[in-house]
């Protein structure tokens, strides 16, 4: 009885140690662009990628302090340039990765800076139309092949996708940019088709997702830190993180 008392004893400590080694090696990936980084915030570890300490990656990276963090999304990036420069980050033994890709395809701060400016100094419709075309056209592809890259580099991690948020609210309260009421309408309907395109690539079967997945499926899964952690989320290929 005390032999079998002190095997159970002995199961339950190795028990112990596999889910605690399991839980100190999970790592986590974070790819992509300023949206990923929090480039906007202005407060930066890391300035050549103005890597900001209230970017979700960071945050992350502070709530699981055991886990492996890797930082590999910098502003500016494109898919391009992640799938040559932060996707070899993605290993076998990555667990979780997120990543927004695809504003800086369309040229999209290009766009908002030349609608920024007045009506008559600028050709705001055709760079609208311009990134609605790459958005449309080219971008798919591009968005197939970072998908592809991650998921035969980590086949067995679960993939997070962001997309981009409305910038305007319908009125321009800056004295020194003059952004029309239709102009921001469609530059809103610009990040929509970018959402769109996200969410067609993230749930095709390069990401191992069903098809037909619905964003409110995923949505109902997020506990309200998440939610507000994470905003919208594109595509998940499974729960998200806990």
């Not at 004893?9 to 300023?34: H, N």
């Not at 980590?154 to 009421?181: M, Q, R």
């Given at each position: 009885?005390?032999?079998?008392?002190i095997?159970?004893?002995?199961?339950?400590a190795?028990?112990?140690?596999?889910?605690?080694?399991?839980?100190?090696?999970?790592?986590?990936?974070?790819?992509?662009?300023?949206?990923?980084?929090?480039?906007?915030?202005?407060?930066?570890?890391?300035?050549?990628?103005?890597?900001?300490?209230?970017?979700?990656?960071?945050?992350?990276?502070?709530?699981?302090?055991t886990?492996?963090?890797?930082?590999?999304?910098?502003?500016?990036?494109?898919?391009?340039?992640?799938?040559?420069?932060?996707?070899?980050s993605?290993?076998?033994?990555?667990?979780?990765?997120?990543?927004?890709?695809?504003?800086?395809?369309?040229?999209?701060?290009?766009?908002?800076?030349?609608?920024?400016?007045?009506?008559?100094?600028s050709?705001?419709?055709?760079?609208?139309n311009?990134?609605?075309?790459i958005?449309?056209?080219?971008?798919?592809?591009?968005?197939?092949?970072?998908?592809?890259?991650?998921k035969?580099?980590?086949?067995?991690?679960?993939?997070?996708?962001?997309?981009?948020?409305?910038?305007?609210?319908?009125?321009?309260?800056?004295?020194?940019?003059?952004?029309?009421?239709?102009?921001?309408?469609?530059?809103?309907?610009?990040?929509?088709?970018?959402?769109?395109?996200?969410?067609?690539?993230?749930?095709?079967?390069?990401?191992?997702s069903?098809?037909?997945?619905?964003?409110?499926?995923?949505?109902?899964?997020?506990?309200?830190?998440?939610?507000?952690?994470?905003?919208?989320?594109?595509?998940s290929?499974?729960?998200?993180?806990?």
């Amino acid at each position: 009885m005390k032999l079998t008392r002190i095997s159970a004893a002995i199961c339950v400590a190795a028990l112990f140690l596999v889910f605690a080694a399991q839980a100190m090696a999970t790592k986590y990936v974070a790819l992509g662009d300023s949206y990923s980084w929090g480039t906007g915030t202005r407060t930066f570890f890391e300035p050549s990628c103005q890597r900001s300490v209230y970017a979700y990656p960071y945050l992350l990276h502070e709530a699981h302090p055991t886990w492996t963090f890797v930082d590999a999304a910098c502003s500016g990036a494109t898919t391009s340039s992640l799938l040559s420069s932060q996707v070899a980050s993605v290993t076998s033994d990555t667990n979780w990765v997120t990543y927004t890709i695809g504003g800086n395809d369309a040229g999209f701060s290009s766009v908002i800076t030349e609608c920024a400016l007045p009506g008559w100094a600028s050709n705001c419709t055709g760079a609208i139309n311009t990134a609605q075309g790459i958005i449309k056209n080219t971008l798919p592809g591009r968005l197939d092949e970072v998908n592809n890259a991650i998921k035969s580099r980590a086949p067995s991690a679960k993939v997070i996708v962001l997309d981009y948020p409305h910038l305007f609210n319908g009125e321009d309260c800056n004295a020194l940019t003059w952004f029309s009421p239709s102009e921001e309408t469609r530059l809103n309907e610009t990040a929509d088709q970018l959402k769109s395109q996200l969410s067609a690539a993230a749930t095709e079967d390069s990401l191992g997702s069903p098809k037909g997945w619905k964003m409110s499926s995923v949505a109902r899964q997020v506990d309200a830190f998440w939610a507000k952690l994470f905003g919208s989320l594109v595509a998940s290929t499974a729960s998200p993180l806990k």
